[in-house]
């Protein structure tokens, strides 16, 4: 059985005709295209206006992205987080550029439809049927993710009309977006954060600059007595501030499935070079280190689609009375697409001097994996957000009515109110002990759930003290390893729901375990670690992963070996 997207076998996430049509004319649309221009294109930085025509024309994005109140009757319209999900991971198996061009339009569309302004967001809906792309207008080239000090000024001119001026920088779709949802401070005394609605054709926006060199359009763009008027606001004061935080929160969520796209797409081409390569009288994938990385490679993959997809079922059922996805995103956003990075690093370490060739989807995607990790958020900051609910996770469970898989056909709505920003303290957790427990009898769980054990026992008995909990250089290995348990857990749950085979399940844990190690490594190794604390770094270090060299095998034949071949973009 094949796990990993095939898109010339195609397994729909969906039921729905409708949304099956997306996928399917989204593959013959890149495989029509073919490699070698898809590379071409690639290298010589090439705006995917053809892309860009496609969706406008099939109406793709204002199927995904618009609400059913905004949709006019299009039975095929919602926001469905996975269904984005699913289509993120299909453009970005064919390039990054095509599912930044989506992403930052969801960005984009996040203000609008959070807003009390009925008339943008019958507006947007409007372009969206038009085949019209979005963008945010949140970062400045001096203050980056400051966001508090955001130097956009909105000026009153009377009679309920205001001019912006500043800059913009890092804006995403910034060259062609009919609405760019730009965030700045109305000047008139009260310092109000305020959402505004610009458009690229107008003349007082100017269009400075791409600052990245690749196909993306990623824009510094200034404004220059940009005209606005009521209708152009999109929201004021705090609730300003909280479209801007929760936008991130929907944008953050869709960037681990461009991982998972990208790693797929290099696993095939690197297993089936391998595969067909004879070096000194040996098949270069019967050698022991080369099926080593391509083991770890496809069980860390295995790992990242399953943590993606049990958190997206937390993400389309949150509410007030359930944050849990405050967790869940973060984790999402720093684990998966930190996994893809070692992904493609076990595969190129394989595949060498092959993963330079320009033809190749490998090269493409080595230039562009290590993008989404520093998107929506770095690793650093997540890490930092993870923190906030370890106490909560750990030590106060609570009860919860369990989460089943949710593929309706339906809008995530919560997502465009998730209210105000803070109260992160409060947000509770079921608990994590029952899936581990479930899977007890296997080697690799048992030892991972002792790793938890003793770093509970860690944060209870020798918890970090307060000159440690500001100095980053420990709260993040600390961080990390919370992290590792979030993450194990919601793999656990989707390994339950899919009923993954246990030997699967087992060899994954075996790199968890070995992870888990790694950063309780790095915390015993620091300076101001205090003594109490490197005696739990140190039993977690001791507690090894168990070997099975028969179910290795297994999973190596049924599983890794079988996907030489199996899928060939066309040329």
């Not at 039921?15 to 049509?21: F, I, Q, Y």
């Not at 401070?185 to 990245?212: P, Q, S, W």
């Not at 152009?232 to 909280?242: C, E, F, K, N, V």
């Not at 899919?498 to 699967?504: K, P, Y």
Request: net charge neutral.
């Amino acid at each position: 059985m094949n796990y990993l997207l095939q898109p010339k076998k195609y397994q729909h996430l969906m039921a729905d005709e409708g949304s099956r049509a997306i996928m399917d004319k989204t593959i013959a649309f890149f495989e029509a295209i073919g490699k070698t221009a898809l590379t071409e294109h690639f290298h010589k930085k090439v705006w995917y206006k053809n892309f860009v025509d496609f969706v406008g024309q099939e109406q793709i994005f204002a199927k995904l992205l618009t609400p059913k109140q905004y949709a006019d009757g299009d039975p095929d319209c919602r926001w469905d987080t996975a269904r984005n999900n699913e289509y993120s991971e299909l453009l970005a198996f064919y390039g990054s550029g095509y599912w930044y061009c989506f992403q930052v339009s969801i960005l984009g569309l996040g203000p609008i439809w959070m807003s009390a302004n009925e008339a943008a967001k019958k507006k947007a809906a409007r372009l969206l049927k038009q085949g019209a792309i979005f963008a945010f207008g949140l970062s400045e080239r001096a203050k980056g993710a400051d966001i508090y000090s955001t130097e956009t000024a909105l000026t009153p001119k009377g009679a309920g009309a205001w001019v912006a001026n500043g800059e913009k920088y890092y804006i995403g779709n910034g060259n062609e977006a009919e609405m760019v949802s730009t965030f700045g401070k109305v000047k008139d005394g009260t310092d109000d954060y305020v959402f505004f609605v610009t458009n690229y054709k107008h003349k007082a926006y100017e269009l400075k600059k791409n600052v990245i060199s690749h196909q993306q359009y990623v824009s510094n763009f200034a404004l220059h007595d940009y005209p606005i008027t009521e209708e152009d606001i999109l929201s004021r004061g705090p609730h300003a501030w909280d479209c801007a935080l929760n936008t991130v929160n929907i944008g953050k969520f869709n960037i681990g499935p461009c991982s998972i796209g990208m790693a797929e797409h290099s696993f095939y081409e690197a297993i089936t070079h391998a595969s067909n390569r004879i070096l000194y009288g040996k098949r270069v994938t019967d050698m022991p280190h080369v099926r080593r990385n391509f083991m770890e490679a496809w069980l860390r993959l295995m790992g990242m689609k399953l943590y993606q997809r049990r958190a997206t079922d937390y993400f389309r059922n949150a509410s007030e009375s359930d944050r849990r996805y405050m967790l869940y995103n973060p984790t999402s956003k720093m684990k998966v697409t930190l996994q893809s990075e070692e992904v493609i690093n076990l595969l190129w370490d394989v595949i060498a001097a092959k993963g330079f060739e320009k033809d190749t989807y490998f090269f493409t995607a080595t230039s562009e994996v290590r993008g989404p990790s520093k998107l929506e958020g770095t690793v650093h900051v997540n890490v930092q957000l993870i923190r906030k609910f370890m106490q909560n996770y750990f030590f106060k469970p609570q009860a919860y009515a369990e989460i089943q898989p949710d593929f309706a056909q339906k809008d995530d709505l919560f997502i465009f109110n998730q209210g105000p920003t803070g109260g992160l303290g409060k947000v509770a957790f079921h608990d994590y002990r029952p899936i581990f427990e479930a899977f007890a009898h296997l080697p690799n769980v048992k030892r991972f759930m002792a790793q938890i054990e003793r770093f509970k026992e860690l944060l209870e008995k020798a918890g970090p003290d307060k000159e440690q909990d500001r100095d980053s250089s420990f709260s993040l290995p600390l961080g990390e390893m919370f992290s590792v348990v979030v993450y194990g857990q919601l793999i656990l749950e989707q390994c339950q729901i899919s009923g993954i085979d246990s030997d699967i399940v087992n060899q994954m844990f075996e790199f968890m375990v070995r992870d888990f190690a790694r950063f309780a490594l790095q915390i015993y190794g620091m300076h101001n670690t205090r003594d109490e604390q490197r005696v739990f770094c140190k039993e977690i270090m001791l507690i090894k992963s168990e070997g099975d060299n028969a179910q290795y095998d297994r999973v190596w034949e049924k599983y890794v070996a079988s996907l030489s071949g199996e899928y060939e973009m066309n040329p």
